[in-house]
């Protein structure tokens, strides 16, 4: 386990940062041009061999049936977004992703962002690979929650779900064995998360001032963090084993402040942390059996004490293929999601059952939906979500999304959206 000492000098941490965001795409191109990793050693570093650019422009509505619960908020938002992809292969093995995002939103300041998901170089010489750059890296295998899923920073004001991630500055060698992958991680700089902004919905009854985040390092968002990963597919077996030493993704929001006008707002603080986790897959027939759990070590928890804790996920997903006698799928899905530190937990989810239905109807359109519920097990409050889409032609397609928070109690963490409900409709063009 990495050490949990909070002392790494800053002048280190910003020497390791150059060398991972500067150094080393300019090393890449010297170490490749002079050993020659191209089966003709000959060949120049640069010979393009593949280029492509994709991606897409997007429109969102989003309309809120209930008044709005805090002054300035509105009940419909419009906004415009776009990612493009530029992807560059070269004969040598080598390969540059870039992929920009940027949205702009009628209602929300905040969620009016721009990001590089992706500036990646990446070469591939034999069994090993080394990335550079700004990745997106995934862990996990549950539906309900990615739990263990900790290299990049959550997107929240994009989706309430979790899928969207910040880029992250990274330095990625990974080795294939028989045996299995084994990925090694240096991030050296680290991505705050955004929240709404005073006008945006989904947001809680006291703002979060960004602009004071305080970290539990010296070093604050130069602290280098590090990961290391294990995974292979053994038979019906999918297994990663993982462990992460540095600032957490998620912050405490515990403390108060005041902004510039004087109001009260809520500062996050990040704590440097330690987790070691684990996931499981395990695919049998038409029954796919998931696990992921974690053992965290430094982060604070609702009271703002300093708690080790363990949390897992846990569940099946079962299949009918060519259900009602017909081409689409249906696919059943319950897990269980449990937090030791149940009432002191930072998490929406501590002790709550989720239930699912996704339906892929396999026809021309490419139709397909997910149904879920969240259910408290230890209160009323209840999350039931729908998300689907259809393509209008092969280059557009329309999504829908609606979430609606049900029996709400006061205490709940949820409680400050119980007026959030909203139906969400957007419609993409991809290049």
């Not at 403390?255 to 942390?273: I, W």
């Amino acid at each position: 386990m990495f050490s949990n000492d909070k002392g790494v000098p800053v002048v280190m941490a910003k020497y390791v940062s150059l060398f991972c965001g500067v150094l080393t795409p300019l090393l890449l191109l010297i170490v490749g041009h002079s050993v020659g990793f191209a089966d003709n050693p000959g060949q120049s570093f640069l010979a393009l061999e593949f280029q492509e650019i994709r991606g897409y422009v997007s429109t969102e509505a989003r309309l809120f049936p209930e008044q709005q619960a805090f002054p300035g908020q509105s009940r419909h938002e419009i906004s415009m977004a776009a990612e493009p992809e530029y992807y560059i292969e070269w004969e040598n093995y080598t390969s540059l992703t870039v992929t920009p995002f940027a949205r702009v939103d009628s209602a929300d300041s905040r969620r009016t962002h721009v990001d590089m998901r992706e500036f990646l170089l990446r070469i591939v010489p034999g069994n090993w690979t080394l990335a550079a750059g700004l990745g997106k890296v995934f862990w996990g295998v549950t539906e309900s929650k990615h739990l263990i899923d900790i290299v990049n920073q959550t997107d929240i004001i994009e989706s309430l779900n979790g899928e969207d991630k910040f880029g992250q500055p990274m330095v990625n060698l990974s080795f294939t064995y028989d045996w299995g992958f084994v990925d090694m991680f240096v991030m050296p700089y680290f991505r705050e998360r955004l929240f709404p902004s005073r006008s945006g919905r989904l947001r809680g009854s006291v703002l979060v001032d960004a602009s004071q985040a305080r970290f539990s390092s010296g070093a604050g968002r130069w602290h280098p963090d590090f990961a290391v990963r294990y995974s292979n597919s053994v038979g019906g077996w999918d297994i990663g084993v993982s462990h992460f030493y540095g600032t957490n993704r998620e912050p405490t929001l515990n403390s108060l402040g005041l902004s510039a006008d004087g109001t009260v707002v809520l500062v996050p603080e990040y704590e440097l942390v330690n987790q070691s986790s684990i996931d499981l897959q395990y695919t049998i027939g038409a029954w796919l059996w998931k696990l992921e759990s974690l053992f965290r070590q430094g982060q604070k928890n609702a009271l703002g004490t300093e708690q080790n804790f363990y949390s897992f996920i846990g569940g099946f997903e079962y299949n009918v293929f060519g259900a009602f006698k017909t081409n689409s799928d249906l696919g059943l899905l319950i897990e269980y999601m449990r937090d030791s530190r149940l009432n002191k937990s930072t998490d929406l989810l501590q002790h709550d059952v989720f239930t699912g239905i996704r339906w892929t109807l396999n026809d021309e359109p490419d139709t397909q939906a997910l149904v879920g519920v969240f259910q408290d097990l230890r209160e009323s409050t209840r999350q039931f979500f729908v998300e689907a889409s259809r393509r209008i032609n092969d280059s557009m397609r329309a999504s829908v999304e609606l979430q609606i928070f049900s029996s709400i109690e006061s205490g709940d963490i949820l409680s400050d959206l119980r007026d959030d409900d909203f139906l969400g409709v957007e419609i993409a063009y991809y290049y």
